[in-house]
């Protein structure tokens, strides 16, 4: 075991993953010479060779586009975009082409492509580097979504990612890429997509999150004195259900925290899960702590828009009073 931050756990994943499998690649804007703006592949042209890590035009679209020829003839590339507001160009690669390859060969090809990109505010970056834009991937159906909120399950998420069969949207919130130490072995593990992990058990009342919400969640806990149960969901298409209902129905209240605006969030899903399976289960209306409906704003607004330890706090309250 050793101890890392989340940069350094996703560049050992890779490592791993590049030593076991000749088909994996590595791809995108700066990733080989300079080893990613974040320096998440670092070293990894160094020790693998330009056939495997190259740099490649400032285009999204022929990224992702490339990535998708290379998937359907034996290759498992993994396409780093350098901030998730600049994945738009590749938007129709994704939901035309990289979702329906399994369908539209009915089940001839798959298309197992990892496309990773730095995600979220949280570090005053300039516009269109803190989209929170998650559900535009999870309403699109063949694409999994995953992100991960720690060292230790980032690289196993990633992991999991690159040998999945199908192309898998990997969003890694930049706010905590150094912000969270922990020990991460150095061997390669893996981590199921589409399962959650409950973080903390609890009787009072579940607080549902993902990415680095859940280090805003857990400071917040520690100034609540309910019994909380919180959950990271980790890969949020597919869903796990489950974990979400079973949870609900333990403590009949229900509190969900995401940095993406509220509209047509993952929260307004969740709540329509839990409405269909645990409805008489909810001693309160289930409450959301969200970004707003407006483009995220720059440096000075930032720490406003997302959700904080103070809004946690107060929606927690409104829920345990209801």
């Known amino acids: 075991m050793t101890v890392m931050n989340m940069v350094e756990a996703l560049n050992s994943a890779l490592k791993n993953e590049m030593q ?36 490649t035009p400032l285009a999204e679209s022929g990224i992702v586009g490339t990535s998708i020829g290379l998937s359907v003839n034996g290759f498992k590339p993994v396409a780093e975009i350098q901030f998730d507001g600049f994945v738009h160009p590749a938007f129709d690669q994704l939901i035309s082409h990289a979702s329906r390859i399994r369908n539209r060969s009915r089940g001839r090809f798959s298309c197992p ?20 834009m998650e559900t535009v991937y999870v309403h699109t159906p063949g694409l999994k979504v995953v992100i991960p909120s720690s060292p230790y399950n980032a690289k196993g998420l990633l992991i999991s990612a690159i040998r999945d069969p199908d192309p898998v949207i990997f969003l890694e919130p930049k706010k905590v890429y150094r912000a969270i130490k922990e020990e991460v072995p150095e061997k390669s593990y893996t981590i199921p997509l589409g399962k959650a992990n409950i973080v903390q058990e609890g009787s009072d009342l579940t607080i549902i999150s993902f990415g680095s919400m859940i280090k805003t969640c857990k400071e917040a806990l520690e100034q609540i004195n309910y019994s909380i149960e919180l ?66 704003p720059l440096g ?7 959700p904080n330890i103070k809004r946690i706090k107060k929606a927690v309250e409104k829920v345990m009073n209801f």
Not at 300 to 306: A, F, G, P, V
């Open 20 to 55: 076991s499998d000749k088909t994996v690649l590595v791809l995108g804007e700066d990733v080989g010479v300079d080893g990613g703006v974040f320096r998440v592949t670092n070293n990894l042209l160094k020790q693998f060779g330009p056939e495997r890590v190259f740099d």
């Open 231 to 296: 959950i990271d969901l980790q890969t949020l298409y597919p869903l796990d259900t489950e974990t979400i209902i079973n949870s609900v129905q333990k403590t009949g209240r229900c509190v969900i925290v995401h940095e993406a605006p509220k509209t047509a969030g993952i929260g307004a899903e969740i709540i329509a899960r839990i409405n269909e399976k645990a409805l008489l289960s909810l001693e309160a209306p289930v409450e959301r702590v969200t970004g707003f409906d407006t483009i995220i």
């Open 300 to 306: 000075k607004r930032e720490d406003d828009y997302l």
């Open 113 to 132: 492509l990892v496309v990773r990109s730095p995600y979220g505010g949280g570090i005053k970056a300039l516009e269109h580097h803190s989209e929170a």
